[in-house]
Protein backbone atom coordinates (compact mmCIF):
# COMPACT_ATOMS: atom_id res chain seq x y z
CA UNK A 1 0.00 0.00 0.00
CA UNK A 2 2.93 2.04 0.75
CA UNK A 3 4.01 1.63 -2.87
CA UNK A 4 0.53 2.81 -4.07
CA UNK A 5 0.22 5.84 -2.47
CA UNK A 6 3.84 7.71 -3.39
CA UNK A 7 3.27 6.73 -6.68
CA UNK A 8 -1.02 8.77 -6.68
CA UNK A 9 0.91 11.84 -4.78
CA UNK A 10 2.87 12.06 -8.03
CA UNK A 11 0.04 13.62 -9.38
CA UNK A 12 -1.48 17.44 -8.01
CA UNK A 13 -5.22 16.48 -6.49
CA UNK A 14 -7.96 18.07 -8.51
CA UNK A 15 -9.11 20.08 -5.78
CA UNK A 16 -5.50 21.40 -5.18
CA UNK A 17 -4.81 23.12 -8.73
CA UNK A 18 -6.90 21.71 -11.70
CA UNK A 19 -4.18 23.27 -14.03
CA UNK A 20 -1.41 21.44 -12.25
CA UNK A 21 -3.35 18.15 -11.94
CA UNK A 22 -3.58 18.30 -15.77
CA UNK A 23 -0.20 19.13 -16.46
CA UNK A 24 0.72 16.14 -14.13
CA UNK A 25 -1.91 13.91 -15.33
CA UNK A 26 -0.14 14.41 -19.41
CA UNK A 27 2.73 14.08 -18.63
CA UNK A 28 3.23 10.71 -16.19
CA UNK A 29 0.99 9.15 -18.68
CA UNK A 30 3.07 9.65 -21.04
CA UNK A 31 1.28 11.75 -23.45
CA UNK A 32 3.68 14.43 -25.15
CA UNK A 33 7.00 15.93 -23.32
CA UNK A 34 7.99 19.78 -23.88
CA UNK A 35 10.52 20.96 -26.35
CA UNK A 36 12.91 23.58 -26.78
CA UNK A 37 10.68 25.63 -29.22
CA UNK A 38 8.65 27.93 -27.18
CA UNK A 39 4.57 26.85 -26.95
CA UNK A 40 5.10 23.51 -28.89
CA UNK A 41 5.75 20.06 -27.80
CA UNK A 42 6.25 16.63 -29.26
CA UNK A 43 3.24 14.18 -29.18
CA UNK A 44 4.08 10.88 -27.76
CA UNK A 45 3.21 7.64 -29.16
CA UNK A 46 -0.12 7.11 -26.60
CA UNK A 47 -1.22 10.61 -27.08
CA UNK A 48 -0.81 10.89 -30.75
CA UNK A 49 -2.92 7.73 -30.91
CA UNK A 50 -5.53 9.53 -29.46
CA UNK A 51 -5.10 12.12 -31.98
CA UNK A 52 -5.35 9.25 -34.85
CA UNK A 53 -8.62 8.13 -32.89
CA UNK A 54 -10.20 11.42 -33.14
CA UNK A 55 -8.88 11.44 -37.27
CA UNK A 56 -10.54 8.05 -37.84
CA UNK A 57 -13.76 8.96 -35.90
CA UNK A 58 -14.16 12.49 -38.34
CA UNK A 59 -12.90 11.04 -41.40
CA UNK A 60 -15.47 8.08 -41.52
CA UNK A 61 -18.12 10.62 -41.39
CA UNK A 62 -16.50 13.01 -43.57
CA UNK A 63 -16.41 10.76 -46.17
CA UNK A 64 -19.94 9.06 -45.90
CA UNK A 65 -20.91 12.95 -46.33
CA UNK A 66 -18.86 13.25 -49.57
CA UNK A 67 -15.76 15.03 -48.49
CA UNK A 68 -12.37 14.17 -49.96
CA UNK A 69 -8.96 14.99 -48.06
CA UNK A 70 -6.26 16.78 -49.88
CA UNK A 71 -2.99 19.26 -48.88
CA UNK A 72 -2.24 22.97 -48.88
CA UNK A 73 1.07 24.95 -48.41
CA UNK A 74 1.93 25.43 -45.10
CA UNK A 75 3.72 28.84 -46.28
CA UNK A 76 1.28 31.80 -47.37
CA UNK A 77 2.02 34.92 -48.85
CA UNK A 78 1.38 38.20 -47.11
CA UNK A 79 -0.60 39.69 -50.09
CA UNK A 80 -3.06 36.99 -49.68
CA UNK A 81 -3.89 38.27 -46.29
CA UNK A 82 -4.89 41.30 -47.67
CA UNK A 83 -7.57 40.12 -50.07
CA UNK A 84 -9.69 39.50 -46.57
CA UNK A 85 -8.77 42.86 -44.44
CA UNK A 86 -11.36 41.04 -40.93
CA UNK A 87 -9.29 38.21 -41.71
CA UNK A 88 -5.82 39.72 -41.03
CA UNK A 89 -7.11 42.05 -38.49
CA UNK A 90 -7.99 38.59 -36.60
CA UNK A 91 -5.18 37.12 -37.21
CA UNK A 92 -2.13 39.52 -37.28
CA UNK A 93 -1.20 39.49 -33.58
CA UNK A 94 -0.62 35.73 -33.90
CA UNK A 95 1.42 35.13 -36.87
CA UNK A 96 4.72 33.99 -36.72
CA UNK A 97 6.73 35.51 -40.51
CA UNK A 98 9.05 33.88 -42.53
CA UNK A 99 11.41 36.71 -44.13
CA UNK A 100 14.45 35.18 -45.01
CA UNK A 101 14.97 32.08 -47.18
CA UNK A 102 18.40 30.43 -49.00
CA UNK A 103 20.33 33.51 -46.48
CA UNK A 104 18.74 36.33 -48.54
CA UNK A 105 15.76 38.55 -47.44
CA UNK A 106 12.91 37.33 -48.91
CA UNK A 107 10.72 39.54 -51.82
CA UNK A 108 7.56 38.96 -50.12
CA UNK A 109 7.51 37.29 -46.30
CA UNK A 110 5.00 34.50 -45.83
CA UNK A 111 2.99 33.55 -43.03
CA UNK A 112 3.00 30.11 -41.23
CA UNK A 113 -1.05 29.35 -42.03
CA UNK A 114 -3.11 30.48 -38.64
CA UNK A 115 -5.35 28.86 -40.83
CA UNK A 116 -6.21 28.08 -44.51
CA UNK A 117 -8.94 30.52 -46.14
CA UNK A 118 -7.00 32.56 -48.34
CA UNK A 119 -4.13 30.24 -49.87
CA UNK A 120 -7.61 27.73 -50.15
CA UNK A 121 -9.67 30.68 -51.69
CA UNK A 122 -6.82 31.39 -54.26
CA UNK A 123 -6.79 27.64 -55.07
CA UNK A 124 -10.46 27.73 -55.61
CA UNK A 125 -10.34 30.45 -58.07
CA UNK A 126 -8.45 28.41 -60.35
CA UNK A 127 -10.27 25.53 -60.11
CA UNK A 128 -13.66 26.84 -60.04
CA UNK A 129 -15.34 28.01 -63.28
CA UNK A 130 -18.85 26.79 -63.81
CA UNK A 131 -21.68 25.41 -61.77
CA UNK A 132 -20.69 22.15 -62.86
CA UNK A 133 -17.47 22.18 -60.60
CA UNK A 134 -19.70 22.42 -57.57
CA UNK A 135 -19.70 22.04 -54.83
CA UNK A 136 -16.05 21.82 -53.80
CA UNK A 137 -16.16 19.54 -50.21
CA UNK A 138 -12.36 19.68 -49.12
CA UNK A 139 -10.88 18.96 -45.95
CA UNK A 140 -6.99 18.74 -45.02
CA UNK A 141 -5.35 17.25 -41.50
CA UNK A 142 -2.61 19.35 -40.91
CA UNK A 143 -0.59 21.31 -38.61
CA UNK A 144 -1.32 25.47 -38.08
CA UNK A 145 0.31 28.03 -35.83
CA UNK A 146 -0.88 30.75 -33.82
CA UNK A 147 2.08 32.88 -31.59
CA UNK A 148 0.12 32.25 -28.55
CA UNK A 149 1.35 34.35 -25.09
CA UNK A 150 -0.25 31.34 -22.56
CA UNK A 151 0.23 27.83 -23.91
CA UNK A 152 -1.09 24.90 -22.37
CA UNK A 153 -0.29 21.43 -24.05
CA UNK A 154 -2.84 20.07 -26.24
CA UNK A 155 -5.58 23.06 -25.32
CA UNK A 156 -3.47 25.77 -26.49
CA UNK A 157 0.12 25.51 -28.39
CA UNK A 158 2.01 27.83 -30.78
CA UNK A 159 1.86 24.45 -33.21
CA UNK A 160 -0.95 22.36 -33.03
CA UNK A 161 -2.82 19.76 -35.32
CA UNK A 162 -6.31 19.76 -36.58
CA UNK A 163 -8.79 19.12 -39.54
CA UNK A 164 -9.74 22.21 -41.50
CA UNK A 165 -12.82 21.69 -43.96
CA UNK A 166 -13.14 24.06 -46.87
CA UNK A 167 -16.46 23.80 -49.09
CA UNK A 168 -17.88 26.07 -52.11
CA UNK A 169 -21.21 26.11 -52.99
CA UNK A 170 -23.87 27.87 -55.70
CA UNK A 171 -26.37 29.01 -53.02
CA UNK A 172 -25.93 30.65 -49.87
CA UNK A 173 -29.09 27.95 -48.78
CA UNK A 174 -26.09 24.59 -49.60
CA UNK A 175 -23.64 26.55 -47.86
CA UNK A 176 -26.12 26.98 -44.86
CA UNK A 177 -26.86 23.29 -44.62
CA UNK A 178 -22.86 22.42 -45.27
CA UNK A 179 -22.64 24.60 -42.11
CA UNK A 180 -24.72 23.02 -40.13
CA UNK A 181 -24.27 19.15 -41.36
CA UNK A 182 -20.60 19.38 -39.99
CA UNK A 183 -21.30 21.24 -36.30
CA UNK A 184 -23.97 18.04 -36.03
CA UNK A 185 -21.19 15.51 -37.26
CA UNK A 186 -19.02 17.31 -34.45
CA UNK A 187 -21.32 17.03 -32.15
CA UNK A 188 -22.24 12.99 -32.96
CA UNK A 189 -18.19 12.91 -32.79
CA UNK A 190 -17.55 14.73 -29.42
CA UNK A 191 -20.57 13.34 -27.90
CA UNK A 192 -20.45 9.76 -29.07
CA UNK A 193 -16.93 8.92 -29.38
CA UNK A 194 -14.94 10.76 -26.83
CA UNK A 195 -18.15 11.21 -24.37
CA UNK A 196 -18.24 14.84 -23.50
CA UNK A 197 -21.36 16.28 -24.01
CA UNK A 198 -21.85 19.51 -25.66
CA UNK A 199 -24.27 22.28 -26.15
CA UNK A 200 -24.78 23.30 -30.04
CA UNK A 201 -25.04 27.19 -31.06
CA UNK A 202 -24.14 30.19 -32.50
CA UNK A 203 -21.29 32.42 -31.25
CA UNK A 204 -22.22 36.03 -30.91
CA UNK A 205 -20.83 38.74 -33.29
CA UNK A 206 -17.21 39.44 -30.60
CA UNK A 207 -16.78 35.69 -30.75
CA UNK A 208 -17.17 34.80 -34.24
CA UNK A 209 -14.28 34.04 -36.64
CA UNK A 210 -12.79 36.51 -38.46
CA UNK A 211 -13.83 37.27 -41.88
CA UNK A 212 -17.09 34.47 -41.08
CA UNK A 213 -20.87 35.82 -41.80
CA UNK A 214 -22.08 33.41 -38.52
CA UNK A 215 -20.01 31.16 -36.58
CA UNK A 216 -21.66 28.56 -34.93
CA UNK A 217 -19.81 25.64 -32.02
CA UNK A 218 -20.09 22.62 -29.84
CA UNK A 219 -19.28 23.61 -26.10
CA UNK A 220 -17.92 21.24 -23.67
CA UNK A 221 -17.48 21.72 -19.44
CA UNK A 222 -14.28 20.46 -17.89
CA UNK A 223 -14.44 19.52 -14.88
CA UNK A 224 -12.79 22.88 -13.34
CA UNK A 225 -16.44 24.10 -14.70
CA UNK A 226 -14.48 26.19 -17.43
CA UNK A 227 -15.12 25.80 -21.25
CA UNK A 228 -13.66 24.42 -24.11
CA UNK A 229 -14.76 25.46 -27.68
CA UNK A 230 -15.15 21.94 -29.13
CA UNK A 231 -15.38 22.64 -32.58
CA UNK A 232 -16.38 25.62 -34.96
CA UNK A 233 -18.23 25.46 -38.60
CA UNK A 234 -18.06 28.91 -40.31
CA UNK A 235 -20.91 29.94 -43.06
CA UNK A 236 -18.57 32.56 -44.56
CA UNK A 237 -20.98 33.86 -47.47
CA UNK A 238 -19.42 35.23 -50.51
CA UNK A 239 -16.96 37.52 -48.50
CA UNK A 240 -13.77 35.24 -49.37
CA UNK A 241 -15.16 34.05 -52.61
CA UNK A 242 -15.23 38.45 -53.70
CA UNK A 243 -11.31 38.78 -51.85
CA UNK A 244 -10.17 36.07 -54.27
CA UNK A 245 -12.40 36.52 -57.13
CA UNK A 246 -14.01 33.05 -56.84
CA UNK A 247 -17.04 33.01 -59.49
CA UNK A 248 -18.62 30.47 -61.58
CA UNK A 249 -21.19 30.62 -64.54
CA UNK A 250 -24.43 29.34 -63.66
CA UNK A 251 -27.09 27.37 -65.42
CA UNK A 252 -28.36 30.67 -66.84
CA UNK A 253 -24.83 31.52 -68.40
CA UNK A 254 -24.56 34.58 -65.04
CA UNK A 255 -21.35 34.73 -63.55
CA UNK A 256 -21.67 34.63 -59.87
CA UNK A 257 -19.66 34.63 -57.02
CA UNK A 258 -19.41 30.94 -54.58
CA UNK A 259 -20.91 30.59 -50.80
CA UNK A 260 -18.18 29.21 -49.01
CA UNK A 261 -17.84 27.41 -45.32
CA UNK A 262 -15.04 26.70 -43.44
CA UNK A 263 -14.89 24.26 -40.00
CA UNK A 264 -12.49 23.23 -38.10
CA UNK A 265 -11.83 21.11 -34.87
CA UNK A 266 -8.11 19.96 -32.85
CA UNK A 267 -6.06 18.46 -30.89
CA UNK A 268 -7.91 20.62 -28.08
CA UNK A 269 -10.18 17.53 -28.26
CA UNK A 270 -7.50 15.70 -26.78
CA UNK A 271 -7.17 17.91 -24.09
CA UNK A 272 -10.76 17.94 -23.44
CA UNK A 273 -11.48 14.94 -22.67
CA UNK A 274 -8.57 14.58 -20.32
CA UNK A 275 -10.23 17.20 -18.37
CA UNK A 276 -13.69 15.95 -18.64
CA UNK A 277 -13.00 12.34 -17.77
CA UNK A 278 -10.27 12.33 -15.39
CA UNK A 279 -9.50 12.60 -11.98
CA UNK A 280 -6.85 12.09 -8.67
CA UNK A 281 -5.99 8.98 -10.09
CA UNK A 282 -4.85 10.28 -13.98
CA UNK A 283 -6.75 9.89 -17.08
CA UNK A 284 -10.29 8.35 -17.55
CA UNK A 285 -10.04 7.06 -21.19
CA UNK A 286 -13.40 6.16 -22.81
CA UNK A 287 -13.51 2.65 -24.61
CA UNK A 288 -13.38 3.90 -27.91
CA UNK A 289 -10.75 6.28 -27.75
CA UNK A 290 -8.25 4.58 -25.62
CA UNK A 291 -5.13 3.06 -27.32
CA UNK A 292 -5.51 0.46 -24.73
CA UNK A 293 -8.96 -1.09 -23.83
CA UNK A 294 -7.81 -3.57 -21.78
CA UNK A 295 -4.59 -4.25 -20.19
CA UNK A 296 -4.15 -8.20 -18.77
CA UNK A 297 -2.19 -8.64 -15.79
CA UNK A 298 -1.44 -12.12 -14.64
CA UNK A 299 -1.37 -12.24 -10.60
CA UNK A 300 -0.21 -14.62 -8.00
CA UNK A 301 2.92 -16.07 -6.75
CA UNK A 302 6.05 -16.97 -9.57
CA UNK A 303 6.22 -20.85 -8.59
CA UNK A 304 2.35 -20.89 -10.31
CA UNK A 305 2.68 -18.55 -13.22
CA UNK A 306 3.55 -21.24 -15.90
CA UNK A 307 0.07 -22.66 -14.43
CA UNK A 308 -1.37 -19.12 -15.24
CA UNK A 309 0.54 -18.39 -18.57
CA UNK A 310 -0.95 -21.23 -19.90
CA UNK A 311 -4.54 -20.11 -19.94
CA UNK A 312 -3.48 -16.29 -19.83
CA UNK A 313 -1.93 -16.72 -23.77
CA UNK A 314 -5.16 -18.04 -24.90
CA UNK A 315 -7.58 -15.75 -23.32
CA UNK A 316 -5.43 -12.59 -24.94
CA UNK A 317 -5.59 -13.85 -27.91
CA UNK A 318 -9.15 -14.67 -27.82
CA UNK A 319 -9.91 -10.72 -26.50
CA UNK A 320 -7.59 -9.38 -29.58
CA UNK A 321 -9.81 -11.55 -31.99
CA UNK A 322 -13.17 -9.94 -30.76
CA UNK A 323 -11.47 -6.71 -31.94
CA UNK A 324 -10.72 -5.36 -28.63
CA UNK A 325 -7.08 -3.46 -28.45
CA UNK A 326 -5.54 -5.38 -25.51
CA UNK A 327 -2.29 -5.81 -23.98
CA UNK A 328 -0.44 -7.86 -21.45
CA UNK A 329 1.87 -6.33 -18.90
CA UNK A 330 4.33 -9.20 -18.19
CA UNK A 331 7.15 -6.99 -16.70
CA UNK A 332 8.40 -7.47 -13.32
CA UNK A 333 6.78 -5.40 -11.01
CA UNK A 334 3.83 -6.00 -8.27
CA UNK A 335 0.64 -6.80 -9.57
CA UNK A 336 0.05 -3.64 -7.01
CA UNK A 337 2.38 -0.96 -8.92
CA UNK A 338 0.28 -2.02 -12.53
CA UNK A 339 -2.63 -1.58 -11.02
CA UNK A 340 -1.36 2.38 -10.80
CA UNK A 341 0.10 2.33 -13.03
CA UNK A 342 -2.98 1.40 -15.60
CA UNK A 343 -5.28 3.43 -13.78
CA UNK A 344 -2.89 7.06 -14.46
CA UNK A 345 -3.04 5.82 -17.86
CA UNK A 346 -6.78 5.81 -17.87
CA UNK A 347 -7.11 2.53 -19.50
CA UNK A 348 -10.92 1.46 -19.30
CA UNK A 349 -10.77 -2.35 -18.21
CA UNK A 350 -8.29 -4.48 -15.84
CA UNK A 351 -8.13 -8.02 -16.49
CA UNK A 352 -6.73 -9.95 -13.99
CA UNK A 353 -5.67 -13.79 -13.97
CA UNK A 354 -4.08 -15.88 -10.95
CA UNK A 355 -3.95 -19.55 -10.37
CA UNK A 356 -7.62 -19.63 -8.55
CA UNK A 357 -9.08 -18.22 -11.13
CA UNK A 358 -8.01 -20.67 -13.70
CA UNK A 359 -9.03 -23.67 -10.99
CA UNK A 360 -12.26 -21.87 -10.96
CA UNK A 361 -12.77 -20.87 -14.83
CA UNK A 362 -13.33 -17.33 -14.24
CA UNK A 363 -11.52 -13.58 -14.65
CA UNK A 364 -11.77 -10.52 -12.66
CA UNK A 365 -12.49 -7.58 -14.32
CA UNK A 366 -11.76 -4.07 -12.78
CA UNK A 367 -13.53 -0.89 -14.34
CA UNK A 368 -11.48 2.54 -14.59
CA UNK A 369 -14.77 4.19 -14.21
CA UNK A 370 -16.10 2.80 -10.93
CA UNK A 371 -13.37 1.46 -9.34
CA UNK A 372 -15.95 -1.59 -9.64
CA UNK A 373 -14.42 -5.21 -9.68
CA UNK A 374 -16.48 -8.09 -11.09
CA UNK A 375 -15.72 -12.04 -11.30
CA UNK A 376 -17.00 -13.39 -14.48
CA UNK A 377 -16.34 -16.98 -16.40
CA UNK A 378 -13.82 -17.27 -18.77
CA UNK A 379 -16.70 -18.73 -20.88
CA UNK A 380 -17.70 -15.87 -23.32
CA UNK A 381 -14.95 -13.96 -22.40
CA UNK A 382 -14.49 -11.70 -25.10
CA UNK A 383 -18.25 -10.95 -25.56
CA UNK A 384 -18.71 -9.76 -21.60
CA UNK A 385 -15.41 -7.74 -22.50
CA UNK A 386 -16.75 -6.02 -25.55
CA UNK A 387 -20.56 -5.78 -23.52
CA UNK A 388 -18.25 -4.33 -20.52
CA UNK A 389 -16.72 -1.84 -22.47
CA UNK A 390 -19.49 -0.18 -24.17
CA UNK A 391 -21.11 0.12 -20.45
CA UNK A 392 -18.69 1.73 -19.49
CA UNK A 393 -18.43 4.22 -22.69
CA UNK A 394 -21.70 5.02 -21.75
CA UNK A 395 -21.65 5.62 -18.29
CA UNK A 396 -18.92 8.17 -18.79
CA UNK A 397 -20.67 9.94 -20.95
CA UNK A 398 -23.55 10.23 -18.47
CA UNK A 399 -21.37 11.33 -15.63
CA UNK A 400 -19.83 13.92 -17.81
CA UNK A 401 -23.21 14.85 -18.63
CA UNK A 402 -24.90 14.95 -15.11
CA UNK A 403 -21.63 17.23 -14.02
CA UNK A 404 -22.52 19.76 -16.38
CA UNK A 405 -26.31 19.67 -14.94
CA UNK A 406 -25.18 20.05 -11.39
CA UNK A 407 -22.52 23.37 -12.27
CA UNK A 408 -25.44 24.58 -15.02
CA UNK A 409 -26.61 27.72 -13.16
CA UNK A 410 -30.24 28.98 -14.22
CA UNK A 411 -31.85 31.56 -11.87
CA UNK A 412 -28.36 33.74 -12.02
CA UNK A 413 -30.38 36.92 -14.33
CA UNK A 414 -28.48 40.14 -13.01
CA UNK A 415 -24.50 40.89 -12.67
CA UNK A 416 -24.80 41.77 -9.69
CA UNK A 417 -25.99 37.78 -9.09
CA UNK A 418 -23.75 36.87 -11.28
CA UNK A 419 -20.63 38.25 -9.06
CA UNK A 420 -21.97 37.51 -6.01
CA UNK A 421 -22.21 33.50 -7.23
CA UNK A 422 -18.64 33.57 -8.02
CA UNK A 423 -17.41 35.05 -4.87
CA UNK A 424 -19.12 32.60 -3.13
CA UNK A 425 -17.66 29.69 -5.38
CA UNK A 426 -13.99 31.21 -4.75
CA UNK A 427 -14.93 31.07 -0.79
CA UNK A 428 -16.14 27.78 -0.50
CA UNK A 429 -13.29 26.86 -3.58
CA UNK A 430 -15.82 25.46 -5.96
CA UNK A 431 -16.46 25.42 -9.73
CA UNK A 432 -18.41 28.66 -10.71
CA UNK A 433 -19.95 26.45 -13.49
CA UNK A 434 -21.94 28.44 -16.77
CA UNK A 435 -24.71 30.32 -16.48
CA UNK A 436 -27.62 30.86 -18.80
CA UNK A 437 -28.64 34.35 -19.17
CA UNK A 438 -30.57 36.84 -21.28
CA UNK A 439 -28.19 39.13 -23.66
CA UNK A 440 -29.66 42.50 -25.37
CA UNK A 441 -27.81 41.98 -27.86
CA UNK A 442 -25.87 45.31 -27.14
CA UNK A 443 -21.78 44.63 -27.42
CA UNK A 444 -20.95 46.30 -24.77
CA UNK A 445 -23.07 44.55 -21.71
CA UNK A 446 -21.46 41.76 -23.20
CA UNK A 447 -17.45 43.41 -22.75
CA UNK A 448 -19.06 44.29 -19.39
CA UNK A 449 -19.74 40.83 -18.51
CA UNK A 450 -16.25 39.45 -19.84
CA UNK A 451 -14.74 42.45 -18.01
CA UNK A 452 -16.60 42.10 -14.23
CA UNK A 453 -15.97 38.89 -14.27
CA UNK A 454 -14.01 37.09 -16.69
CA UNK A 455 -17.05 35.24 -17.89
CA UNK A 456 -17.54 35.27 -21.99
CA UNK A 457 -20.33 34.37 -23.87
CA UNK A 458 -20.04 30.93 -25.19
CA UNK A 459 -22.88 30.49 -27.55
CA UNK A 460 -26.35 30.76 -27.98
CA UNK A 461 -27.64 27.20 -27.90
CA UNK A 462 -29.88 25.99 -30.27
CA UNK A 463 -32.50 24.37 -27.63
CA UNK A 464 -31.41 26.12 -24.26
CA UNK A 465 -33.06 24.17 -21.16
CA UNK A 466 -35.45 27.44 -20.80
CA UNK A 467 -35.46 31.23 -22.32
CA UNK A 468 -34.38 34.39 -20.54
CA UNK A 469 -36.43 37.34 -20.76
CA UNK A 470 -33.91 40.26 -19.62
CA UNK A 471 -30.45 40.67 -20.38
CA UNK A 472 -28.39 40.12 -17.43
CA UNK A 473 -26.07 43.40 -17.68
CA UNK A 474 -28.78 46.24 -18.46
CA UNK A 475 -32.28 44.11 -17.11
CA UNK A 476 -33.38 45.40 -21.01
CA UNK A 477 -35.41 43.24 -23.12
CA UNK A 478 -33.33 40.03 -24.09
CA UNK A 479 -32.74 38.99 -27.56
CA UNK A 480 -31.14 36.03 -26.69
CA UNK A 481 -30.54 33.24 -23.94
CA UNK A 482 -26.40 32.80 -23.83
CA UNK A 483 -24.23 30.25 -21.87
CA UNK A 484 -21.59 32.16 -20.14
CA UNK A 485 -18.52 31.06 -18.39
CA UNK A 486 -15.09 31.11 -17.92
CA UNK A 487 -13.14 29.62 -20.96
CA UNK A 488 -9.40 28.11 -21.69
Known sequence: MKEEKAFVKEITPQAEDFSRWYIDAIKKADLMDYTPVRGCIVFKPDGFELWERIQEAMNKRFKETGHRNAYFPMLIPESFFQKEKEHIEGFNPELPWVTEAGGEPLEEKLALRPTSETIIGHMYSQWIQSYRDLPVLINQWANVFRWEKRTMPFLR??????????????????????????????????????????????????????????????????????????????????????????????????????????????????????????????????????????????????????????????????????????????????????????????????????????DNGQVILARRDTGEKVTVPLEGIAQTVAELL??????????????????????????????????????????????????CGDDQCESKVKEETKFTTRNIPFEPPVSKQRCICCGKESQHTVWFGRAY
Open 390 to 439: EEIQQNMFQKALAFREQNSHLGIDTLEQLSAHIAKSESENTTSGWVLAGW
Open 157 to 358: TSEFLWQEGHTAHATEEEARQETMQMLEIYREVVEQELAIPVWKGQKTPSERFAGAVDTYSIEAMMKDGKAVQAGTSHYLGDKFARGFEIKFLDRDNQFKYVHTTSWGTSTRLIGSMIMVHGDDRGLALPPRMAPTQVIMIPVGPMKLREKVMEAFDPLFDEIKAEGVRVRADLREETPGWKFNEWEMRGVPLRLELGPRDV
